[in-house]
């Protein structure tokens, strides 16, 4: 019975109330689109710049790091070495090998 109904229901033909020319973005609507796009991409580009000279700061910090840590190592070991029972002079002030 629904069926019978569901089709003997008449379907409106879509009427055109609107003029598509007043719908339409125009040379406006481009230009607003395309100034979007040009910002979104140098902000793009900006954020890209940005980024890579981070990371370079950071590699070049760590060398800096390693190279303060190497020369800190470099002062200690000759102090240890100076300081190493085999190399001190013996009792009398002359040195034991």
């Known amino acids: 019975m629904r069926i019978l109904l569901g089709t003997s229901t008449p379907v409106p033909s879509p009427s055109e109330t609107v003029n598509p020319d007043l719908v ?11 100034l979007l796009a040009v910002v979104v991409i140098l902000l793009i580009t900006d954020m890209m710049r940005r980024i890579r000279r981070g990371r370079v700061r950071a590699d070049i910090r760590e060398e800096l790091d390693a190279e303060e840590k190497a020369e800190a ?3 200690r070991s000759p102090e240890a070495d100076e300081t190493d029972g ?11 090998s």
Do not use: M, N
Not at 24 to 34: M, N
Not at 86 to 96: I, K, L, T, W
């Open 73 to 75: 190592d470099a002062e």
């Open 86 to 96: 085999d190399a001190s002079p013996g009792v009398d002030g002359s040195e034991r």
């Open 24 to 34: 339409t973005p125009g040379p406006w609507g481009f230009l607003v689109i395309a």
